[in-house]
């Protein structure tokens, strides 16, 4: 019996009364979090506004669920459909029970981000870029949901660190496996810390920093993955190509592909949007448009003249003529009154109000016919009419 081993949870799932805690989704849940936590305060670092990572985060982590359980079902097809499957064609969308690839989840979340990036006038190179350092730290994080469900270990080994596996999952008693969750968690984790540094020492831009965490993740994926034994491709035994796992072609495949680019934007030095369009039109002026809103909801110079000339033409009597209701105001000739921007129209009610009897006694406004007309049938000259006669 060996002296030291790592031993296996007895479980990986809880129930808060009829509700399901799985330790394997708490664990991407846990490793997603951190990664947009750290990827916000990189994008913000690097003057883009606060909250865009965790936008784009919602269509990535969607559509990267998708297609990592596509990869998954895909590449073990066998386990969940023909004569040999192993589990009922349904399962194949039961995600809790595991089966991610992150290659597929790599690829298809891409695709959600570019989606946003397009949307928003960002520079897609520029988002995959901040995010590398975080997707490296998620997986180290999300590793331990295998742990959990005691899945996607090594061979026999001898070692110390040997992970204990009961019988229920493959395991033989008094064997020890390869960790090879443990590995891969530790290869991510400094790769997340090499990625900082990289990016600080040497200003990679232009998505050259995202391919070198694809570079370095495949590279520790190769030889980890070939100490793994579960049978990935088939059902009792794993799919080889000389001598080597599905998985090891695929690193092999992207690992070239990751160089290739390295090298073919090793010149590019062109402007990377980090602002949306809305706000690089507005030329970054706190003053213009709300760069949360799109261009059409803005206030337009058209509003605000509308607004302006509504106010001019308020209906509100001005001050001076209501005051002149009074008994002992001043007579306002209509000269005066279209100078203070009364109403044109002289029938208004504060301009005939504005005329008192004693004043139309005293003195007669010139101008107006109707005005005068009006002044003569008041009372008293209909009175001096009569004596006259």
Same mark, same amino acid.
Request: with cysteine.
């Given at each position: 019996m060996p002296l030291a081993s790592i031993p296996s949870p007895s479980?990986?799932?809880?129930?808060?009364?009829?509700?399901?805690?799985?330790?394997?989704?708490?664990?991407?849940?846990?490793?997603?979090?951190?990664?947009?936590?750290?990827?916000?305060?990189?994008?913000?670092?690097?003057?883009?506004?606060?909250g865009t990572i965790i936008d784009i985060s919602v269509p990535a982590v969607i559509f990267g669920l998708i297609g990592g359980r596509l990869y998954h079902v895909i590449t073990d097809w066998q386990t969940y459909f023909g004569d040999r499957a192993i589990k009922p064609a349904y399962k194949a969308l039961f995600i809790w029970e595991g089966g991610l690839g992150i290659w597929g989840a790599i690829a298809l979340g891409g695709v959600g981000v570019w989606l946003a990036c397009r949307k928003r006038g960002l520079s897609l190179s520029a988002v995959a870029d901040t995010v590398a350092p975080g997707i490296a730290f998620a997986q180290a994080i999300g590793r331990w949901g295998n742990w959990f469900n005691q899945e996607l270990y090594g061979g026999p080994t001898t070692l110390p660190w040997g992970l204990e596996i009961d019988q229920m999952h493959g395991g *033989?008693?008094? &064997? #020890?496996?390869?960790?090879?969750?443990?590995?891969?968690?530790i290869w991510d984790l400094l790769l997340g810390f090499a990625l900082l540094w990289a990016g600080k020492r040497f200003a990679l831009h232009h998505g050259r920093l995202f391919a070198v965490y694809v570079a370095g993740y495949t590279l520790g994926r190769f030889w980890i993955e070939g100490l793994r034994i579960d049978p990935v491709g088939g059902v009792d035994h794993a799919v080889t190509f000389l001598s080597l796992r599905l998985n090891q072609w695929t690193s092999i495949v992207v690992f070239i592909g990751a160089l290739i680019?390295?090298?073919?934007?090793?010149?590019?030095?062109? *402007?990377?949007? &980090? #602002?949306?369009?809305?706000?690089?039109?507005?030329?970054?002026?706190?003053?213009g448009p709300d760069p949360a809103h799109g261009a059409d909801q803005a206030d337009s110079d058209d509003s605000a003249t509308a607004a302006s000339v509504a106010e001019d033409t308020d209906d509100t009597p001005d001050p001076e003529v209501v005051k002149a209701d009074s008994p002992d105001a001043e007579v306002v000739a209509p000269e005066a009154v279209s100078a203070q921007e009364a109403p044109a129209d002289a029938s208004e009610p504060e301009a005939v109000h504005a005329e008192s009897p004693e004043a139309r006694a005293d003195e007669e406004p010139a101008g107006d016919d109707e005005a005068v007309a009006a002044q003569k049938e008041t009372p008293e000259a209909v009175q001096q009419e009569k004596n006259s006669r």
């Open positions: 479980q990986g799932v809880w129930y808060l009364g009829f509700v399901p805690i799985r330790a394997y989704a708490l664990c991407i849940v846990l490793g997603v979090i951190f990664a947009v936590w750290l990827s916000e305060r990189r994008w913000r670092a690097r003057g883009g506004q606060k *033989e008693p008094g &064997v #020890l496996y390869h960790p090879t969750f443990l590995y891969e968690s680019y390295f090298w073919a934007t090793r010149n590019k030095d062109n *402007e990377e949007f &980090v #602002l949306p369009a809305v706000e690089r039109e507005a030329g970054g002026d706190p003053a």
